[in-house]
């Protein structure tokens, strides 16, 4: 036995019984270490990107009533002649809720009748200047706007518009015969009056103007008092005194 031999056995000598050792050399341990990290991170970034992709499902109450308006509706985009779109459907069911409430002062406006409405409460508009709703079909005036062309052209309250430029808006909702009515200042649009007193419809030719919605009037009585008129509500509040 050499004198190495022999010093490696002195020293497993010396060791006291349950106290062993690894020996492992410093690159090799450095390397472990960063394997150990490196997947550790990797096995970390998988399970959270794989909670990310879970989706949370939102419990939606089942609506029964609406089981005939669904089947309509797919009945209708499957086996209908020409090519529907998803929106007008939607917008006309919308409608005929609306409508089935018999009420004239509740309406259904699309995106761009919407605009066209917030257009009408801005500070003006071009048209011929004259409050119109829709009641029992019929589009009847509620009021020629002060000083517009249709209070000059002697549009009055209750008269029913019947046509206009020769095309019917019987049926029509106002905002669609309002669509109608108006145009660029300048241009002339007629329109068939039906008046109640009137044996026969007549019709009154404007010319069309811009038209500053003046909501607020003053007018001084004979009793000596102020009588101040709100006409509409508008996004301005224009005072005429």
């Known amino acids: 036995m050499d004198q190495n031999q022999q010093q490696d056995e002195n020293n497993i000598k010396k060791q006291k019984p349950g106290h062993g050792y690894i020996k492992i050399k410093t690159f090799p341990f450095i390397m472990l270490l960063f394997a150990?990290?490196?997947?550790?991170?990797?096995?970390?970034?998988?399970?959270?990107?794989?909670?990310?992709?879970k989706q949370v499902k939102v419990s939606i109450p089942e609506r029964k009533e609406f089981t005939k308006l669904y089947e309509a509706y797919d009945e209708i985009t499957k086996n209908f002649y020409q090519d529907t779109k998803s929106t007008n459907l939607v917008d006309g069911a919308i409608t005929g809720m609306i409508n089935s409430l018999d009420d004239p002062y509740s309406t259904f406006m699309s995106q761009k009748e919407s605009a066209d409405f917030n257009d009408s409460i801005s500070s003006s508009f071009e048209g011929v200047g004259a409050e119109i709703q829709e009641q029992d079909g019929n589009i009847m005036v509620v009021s020629p706007i002060k000083n517009s062309p249709a209070e000059k052209a002697g549009i009055k309250p209750k008269d029913i518009i019947l046509k206009v430029d020769g095309k019917?808006?019987?049926?029509?909702?106002?905002?669609?015969?309002?669509?109608?009515?108006?145009?660029?200042?300048?241009?002339?649009?007629?329109?068939?009056?039906?008046?109640?007193?009137?044996?026969?419809p007549f019709d009154v030719a404007i010319t069309r103007a811009e038209i500053p919605i003046e909501t607020v009037y003053k007018e001084m009585g004979d009793d000596k008092l102020a009588h101040v008129t709100i006409s509409t509500f508008s996004e301005k509040l224009l005072m005429n005194f």
């Open 36 to 53: 150990f990290v490196f997947v550790t991170a990797l096995v970390t970034t998988i399970v959270m990107s794989l909670g990310d992709d």
């Open 168 to 200: 019917s808006v019987k049926g029509d909702t106002a905002t669609e015969a309002t669509k109608k009515i108006r145009g660029e200042k300048g241009t002339k649009v007629t329109l068939t009056i039906q008046r109640a007193g009137v044996d026969k």
